[in-house]
């Protein structure tokens, strides 16, 4: 995903000569590009360029041993993403991105923003784009380990749409993140030993977000979370008539970590609304840690760049990655009262156990395999949903 474009001349697709001179171009000629970041047309001089990229995930969907409720095939193919992403630098320092998924027959935009740089260490950026509370969620869903969040960022949104500014108060050791969308959300995030001799040390990040927003749902738009599996099935919803009324915050401490093969990180979430006047918690925890099989350095939530590029004749498969996790998510009893969830339908907790190995057999394309095993409790007396146990393989492709 990282790393130098690679430019061509294509002065005979356009060509701008400079005057007098036959055959030889100025500053304004364009060059095609093609490299990690897309493919594109830039400037001779670099000061524009415009990249796209296509991304793609499919995916094989197993439920194993117990199936779920409402659920009839044990298994299914599907389109998970399907993206264009087309990003754009202008004269200035001006930078632009916008990002729209065509899968499962609708389209959505995810990201649509322009940036500046108001100074050294601060950049402006406007519009729609990823939700600055933690690592995890401002990493592309491409760079995951696994084939979703931890159930901890089931609790986040995954993006918003407003204001932000952010940057390096300290490069390379303290950043931050300040949006003002629907509410307030700031973070900080801190690598206070990234020049330590001590090794194990180096990669140590810590940071935390927090947000806060005012909410008044409508009986069309509630304003309230829908919990999901990692199968895609609700285990957790409010009825029909309930909606945010007060209040809603989130506090989110986390952690990354990686030394030689080894990478880690977690993130806790206490969150709270308000339903029907009364004060309602969430608290959630994720854990996930991966191990390179094949010799390179781990980053956390990094993508994997193969160092020997999937070549069978000269022994080279690329890349290969263990990954394990574990995670907890408990709602508050507020939420079981008449008029929010009805405890027959909705889940009180919910914990999932995952494994998987993942394949990188060249840079841009990936094969995850990811195992959850999730069980729940219920509020009271109510019945227990029964176990999920999903298989999920994906094929991932960004060009």
Not at 92 to 101: E, H, M
Not at 168 to 178: M, Q, W
Request: proline share 6%.
């Amino acid at each position: 995903m990282r790393g130098s474009l690679r430019a061509c001349s294509v002065a005979a697709l356009v060509a701008i000569l400079r005057p007098g001179v036959a055959g030889a171009a100025d500053d304004r000629t364009a060059v095609a590009v093609a490299g990690p970041s897309g493919f594109g047309l830039q400037s001779a001089d670099g000061a524009y360029r415009l990249n796209l990229r296509w991304l793609l995930q499919t995916d094989f969907q197993a439920f194993l041993i117990d199936r779920p409720p409402g659920v009839n095939a044990s298994s299914s193919f599907v389109v998970h993403f399907a993206a264009v992403q087309m990003s754009a630098v202008m004269a200035g320092g001006v930078r632009a991105q916008l990002f729209v998924d065509f899968a499962q027959g609708r389209v959505t935009l995810l990201d649509a923003w322009a940036e500046v740089d108001l100074a050294k260490r601060m950049t402006l950026r406007v519009g729609k784009f990823l939700y600055p509370i933690s690592e995890e969620r401002l990493t592309p869903g491409i760079w995951l380990p696994f084939v979703s969040t931890t159930l901890a960022s089931v609790l986040l949104p995954s993006r918003n749409t407003g204001i932000q500014l952010y940057g390096e108060a300290i490069p390379g050791v303290l950043k931050y993140n300040v949006a003002l969308t629907d509410g307030v959300t700031a973070r900080i995030f801190a690598r206070p030993f990234s020049e330590s001799v001590v090794a194990p040390l180096a990669k140590l990040g810590m940071g935390v977000g927090a947000s806060y927003a005012h909410r008044s749902g409508l009986l069309a738009s509630p304003d309230l979370p829908v919990l999901r599996t990692y199968g895609g099935r609700t285990f957790f919803a409010y009825d029909d008539g309930a909606a945010a009324d007060g209040g809603s915050w989130r506090v989110v401490p986390h952690l990354t970590w990686a030394w030689g093969p080894v990478a880690a990180y977690a993130d806790w979430v206490h969150a709270a609304d308000h339903v029907g006047g009364a004060p309602i918690s969430y608290d959630a925890y994720g854990v996930v840690a991966s191990a390179v099989l094949t010799g390179e350095d781990a980053e956390p939530l990094s993508y994997i760049v193969p160092k020997h590029p999937f070549d069978p004749s000269n022994g080279h498969f690329g890349t290969f990655l263990l990954v394990g996790g574990v995670g907890r998510l408990a709602i508050g009893a507020n939420a079981f009262r008449p008029g929010a969830a009805n405890p027959a339908a909705a889940s009180r907790t919910a914990t999932v156990y995952g494994g998987g190995f993942n394949w990188y057999p060249v840079s841009g394309i990936a094969v995850l395999s990811s195992f959850g095993h999730m069980f729940f409790e219920s509020a009271g007396d109510a019945p227990v949903r029964p176990d999920e146990n999903v298989l999920i393989v994906r094929l991932q492709v960004a060009l």
